[in-house]
């Protein structure tokens, strides 16, 4: 099973996504945004993704600094609290399929979480390559 955590105005998320289904998973989408999230669940996910809430903090096109959140000193149970009422706050997306939990930034980065991989070549809705036309990882996304 894969879950992604998406929210369909972000191309990295809608890239994503792609990603999954050309690969040939049918995930279950979690639409953040409107279903919000429980605190459980957030703490549950970071733990999994080995982030800590700073990590996670979306800072561009959110209301992070608005709300004084990228001062160093907000503690994570704040930030938590803040992700809980604008749940916008979440960076996205976050994968979880059985081999782990990952917040997916470069898209290609869901390809670690993933046994199967569309087959190449493959490009992002931009038109960036990512995948060669045997499939493999194209070396200037050789960190995802």
């Not at 894969?2 to 996504?17: E, K």
């Not at 690969?23 to 989408?29: C, E, H, K, L, Q």
């Not at 608005?66 to 809980?84: F, I, P, R, T």
Request: hydrophobic share 40%.
């Amino acid at each position: 099973m894969i879950v992604i955590h998406h929210n369909p105005d972000c191309g990295t998320s809608r890239n994503v996504l792609q990603i999954i289904k050309d690969a040939g998973y049918s995930p279950i989408v979690v639409d953040y945004l409107h279903e919000g999230w429980s605190k459980p669940q957030l703490l549950a996910l970071f733990a999994a993704a080995d982030l800590t809430p700073r990590q996670a903090l979306r800072v561009t096109k959110s209301p992070a600094e608005a709300l004084g959140l990228l001062d160093e000193n907000v503690g994570d149970d704040e930030l938590v609290s803040a992700m809980l009422k604008h749940p916008i706050l979440v960076n996205r997306p976050i994968v979880c399929t059985p081999k782990g939990v990952k917040l997916c930034r470069p898209s290609e980065a869901v390809l670690t979480l993933l046994d199967e991989w569309p087959p190449g070549p493959y490009f992002k809705e931009d038109g960036e390559q990512i995948l060669d036309s045997e499939g493999n990882l194209m070396k200037h996304n050789a960190n995802g």
